[in-house]
């Protein structure tokens, strides 16, 4: 075996090693916060009616479980999410492409978008639930429009970072608008879209619990409120833990697909 090959093996295995280390160390300050938690919770360090503990979220898991409730409400919230995720990127990513077809519409509509991306969105929530009542459809919107705003900028962004001069090299063999589209612009800006799928997850999360907490009667935002109102906080921190574990989940995804288009670059 030459020298070069064993110096890549043993590359490899530092590699591996260090990831090893990095998942291990995740994995022991989780534990170490949740027994901490739960020490401090019964020593009564902390008051565990205000910050519940690990014992008494799982005892709510399991009611909740035992009642039927539980997979209704994440299956619920998930939905949702995926929903306005998807909308978001897609109809974000659709502004973005015209915008950048018409760079009239772009400097025309530039100040609005900014405005828009400055307007807390919740406040047009009292607005969205007259539209549209008070369901499932205003909080499929709410997470929309949080999202929406960030794709396009972001897109946008994306598309006027294109080296100008291999546009103008497609431009010159007589390439088309819609093929300098699709052969040069959307290819280069893959990674800008994977950029804004990321920023989509954290937000299509945020902008479903607004809307849950202000019209849903089912869902994990309405478990928080709904805890909250009762003073059943262990059902908060409950459906919060929940919520964290999904919202890594949804990104872990977003990151295997970026993995996958780097393996295949």
């Known amino acids: ?38 020490i401090s919770g019964d020593l009564k360090i902390v008051d565990p009616f205000l910050t519940s503990t690990p014992s008494r979220m799982l005892k709510t898991l399991v009611k909740l479980y035992n009642q039927g409730d539980l997979f209704k409400h994440i299956l619920i919230t998930c939905g949702e999410t995926i929903l306005g995720f998807s909308l978001g990127t897609f109809l974000g990513t659709l502004i973005a492409i015209l915008l950048w077809w018409s760079d009239f519409v772009a400097k025309v509509l530039d100040p609005y978008i900014v405005v828009l991306n400055a307007l807390p969105k919740v406040a047009l929530a009292p607005i969205i639930i007259f539209w549209v009542g008070n369901g499932i459809g205003a909080i499929i919107i709410i997470a929309l429009l949080i ?10 962004n994306g598309f006027k970072s294109v080296d100008e001069d291999k546009i103008k090299l497609l431009k010159t063999f007589g390439a088309t608008k819609f093929q300098i589209l699709t052969h040069l612009i959307i ?22 619990i607004m809307g849950e907490f202000l019209v849903a009667k089912e869902g994990l935002g309405f478990l928080i409120i709904f805890g909250g109102q009762i003073s059943q906080l262990d059902m908060v921190m409950m459906s919060i833990i929940i919520l964290a574990i999904l919202a890594f989940l949804m990104y872990k995804c977003v990151a295997i697909l970026e993995k996958r288009y780097r393996t295949f670059e």
């Open 1 to 38: 075996m030459s020298n070069n090959s064993i110096e890549h093996k043993n590359y490899i295995e530092k590699v591996k090693r260090r990831k090893r280390k990095i998942i291990i160390t995740q994995i022991l300050i989780l534990i170490i916060f949740f027994a901490w938690w739960e």
């Open 147 to 156: 999202s929406i705003i960030v794709t396009i900028i972001t897109v946008l």
């Open 187 to 208: 290819p280069a800006s893959i990674p800008t879209l994977i950029s804004a799928l990321k920023i989509n997850v954290g937000l299509s999360w945020v902008g479903v």
